[in-house]
């Protein structure tokens, strides 16, 4: 279970709507799948958008209004594409960065900002402990 480290004067429910989360979900999926780096890696691995996005406004609405709608298993997954990489993973974090800069609802910004950072962080890892076992893993660094 994630536990936030700041901000926590703000209770979960009143956080935002899902409403807000849908707008933020919604605007960054348009942001990657436009994107020269990453858009060709969700093109190529989803073919239904409609449930990806579905599925991530669960995703997020979980984490940051504890909707408990969520159910999947994100590592795995991600474990699963070829050839990801810490360049793909800074780049997923700052189109997420230009995503929230952009939302009127700070403290929603700042909460998702710092789950995407934590949960980056630990894709990333476990990415490179399955696809890498032989080498050291490697950080993302300030992003
Ligand atoms: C380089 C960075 C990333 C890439 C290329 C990537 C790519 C993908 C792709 C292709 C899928 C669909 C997989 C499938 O349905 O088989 C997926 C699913 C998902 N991703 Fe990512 N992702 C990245 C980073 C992240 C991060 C940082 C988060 C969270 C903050 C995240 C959260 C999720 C979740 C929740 C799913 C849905 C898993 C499910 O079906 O239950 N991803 N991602």
Redesign the pocket.
């Known amino acids: 279970m994630l536990t936030p480290t700041q901000d926590d004067s703000v209770e979960r429910s009143e956080l935002c709507t899902e409403e807000e989360i849908s707008t933020l979900v919604y605007g960054f999926y348009d942001r990657v799948r436009a994107d020269a780096l990453?858009g060709s890696?969700?093109n190529?691995?989803?073919s239904d958008w409609d449930t990806?996005l579905k599925?991530?406004v669960r995703?997020w609405s979980s984490l940051l209004i504890g909707a408990g709608t969520?159910s999947?298993?994100?590592m795995p997954?991600?474990v699963?594409?070829p050839e990801?990489n810490a360049d793909?993973?800074k780049?997923?974090?700052a189109l997420?960065h230009e995503t929230t800069m952009q939302l009127p609802n700070r403290a929603l910004a700042d909460r998702a900002e710092e789950?995407?950072q934590r949960?980056?962080r630990s894709?990333w890892y476990g990415y490179q402990m399955n696809n890498q076992p032989n080498r050291i893993p490697s950080e993302l660094g300030n992003v």
Request: no cysteine; hydrophobic share 65%.
């Open positions: 990453l890696i969700f190529q691995h989803i990806h599925i991530m995703f969520y999947g298993t994100p997954k991600h699963a594409l990801l793909m993973f780049h997923w974090l997420f789950y995407a949960i980056a894709l």
